[in-house]
């Protein structure tokens, strides 16, 4: 039985001492994996800390790049808003002296205008003076002067301008004006003879002289041959012929 028990003794311990020797072979195995695998991380940081590094180099060479490209952009504007400060200054100035010119040209035109119709009512002034000095029948009221008419194919129609001097210069003359016509149908070649022409305004107030004009519409198809201007004051009428050549 002794020996039996030392068998028993002896595979015990020697079972348990392989069973340390495993576990102490594991335990190395172990260390020398979390060795490995820390050298393999710290390597995997220390690129990575390369690469960042490198990217942060490159990313500060842009970041002085584009503030040196600011820096620059920032003058060119600073003169660009100085250049456009002293353009707008001499437009300003420009337009201000174009502003004058321009009220200067139209007070000048205006003051020009004003001479012509003071002219032209000095030459008809003197036309009526003409008429009173050399009408030979004081009787007449009113003489019809400096008649123009013109025929417009585009609208049909057809503008007048006449000039009334008055015999007396002391009262106000008061009447109403007609315009009358002949012409030919044109589809029929009917005559027309002295037919009424329609006139919004015909009524006449005046002294010494008054000029007249404006527009008249023809009918459609109708050819004018003749036009007639009746004056009617103080109950007498006073005509004026115009005959056109051409239609």
């Known amino acids: 039985m002794s020996k039996n028990f030392l068998k028993k003794d002896v595979l015990y311990v020697l079972s348990k001492k392989t069973i340390y020797i495993r576990y102490i072979i594991v335990f190395i195995l172990v260390i020398f994996l979390s060795y490995l695998y820390t ?38 504007i600073i003169k660009y808003k100085k250049d456009n400060h002293e353009l707008n200054s001499s437009f300003n100035k420009y337009t201000e002296a174009i502003k004058f010119n321009l009220a200067t040209a139209e007070e000048i035109k205006y003051s020009l205008f004003l001479k012509d119709e003071k002219i032209l009512q000095l030459e008809r002034e003197v036309n009526y003076y003409k ?21 417009s194919k585009k609208d049909n129609s057809i503008d007048y301008n006449f000039l009334l001097l008055s015999n007396s210069n002391k009262s106000n003359i008061s ?33 010494n002289y008054l000029q007249l004009n404006g527009k008249i ?23 004026h012929k115009h005959e056109f050549i051409k239609f």
């Open 217 to 239: 519409i023809i009918p459609d198809n109708h050819k004018i041959n003749v036009l007639y201007l009746d004056v009617k004051c103080n109950g007498k009428i006073y005509n």
């Open 39 to 76: 050298i393999y991380e710290n390597k995997s940081i220390i690129d990575n800390s390369k690469i960042v590094h490198y990217r942060n180099i490159e990313l500060n060479k842009k970041i002085t790049l584009l503030e040196k490209y600011l820096k620059e952009n920032e003058s060119k």
């Open 175 to 207: 009447g109403t004006f007609s315009f009358y016509y002949d012409a030919i149908m044109l589809d029929s070649n009917e005559k027309i003879v002295r037919k009424k022409l329609i006139i919004k305004k015909t009524k006449l107030n005046f002294k």
């Open 131 to 151: 008429f009173i000095a050399s009408s030979k029948n004081k009787k007449d009221t009113i003489s019809i002067e400096n008649f123009k008419v013109s025929l």
